[in-house]
Structures are given as C-alpha cells and as structure tokens.
C-alpha cells in the first residue's frame, strides 16, 4: 500500500462528487491505471482512494482538452 497512514482516503462515491466526474468514470480510469497508487482497497473490498487522486483527475481532464487519449496519459 502506498497511501500513508495519516492521510485521509475517500470512497469512490465522494471522489466523484467532489472531481465533478461519475463513479463510472472514476472507477474506469482506475481499472486503466490511470489513478495508481492513489487506489488501495479496504478489507470489505471498497475502492479507498488518497487525496493524490483528486490531483490526478484533474491531470487527467486537463490532458484531455489538450487532446491526449487515455492510452497517452499512461
């Protein structure tokens, strides 16, 4: 695991609240790898994520408008 201990983790439900993005989309980008290692799972298997990704989403939708694929973010 690569989240420190002291930083707070949320569930997907509040990562695509607070990004503007749904949980669908959240939860894509993780399965592609794009949000790693801001992604651990807690022992009932929810998808934990740090406060990195909040950092990353928004990467990923300024990579978008400048016309990069999913593919060429990672």
Known sequence: MNISVAEKLYKIGS?????????????YYEE???LSPAVERSP????????????????VKRSQTLGLSLQEMD
């Not at 990562?15 to 939860?27: E, Q």
């Open 44 to 59: 009932a298997g929810y998808r934990l994520f740090g406060e990195t990704v909040f950092h990353r989403l928004a990467f």
């Open 32 to 34: 592609m790898g794009l």
């Open 15 to 27: 990562v695509a609240g607070c990004s503007g993005l749904s949980v669908k989309t959240v939860r």
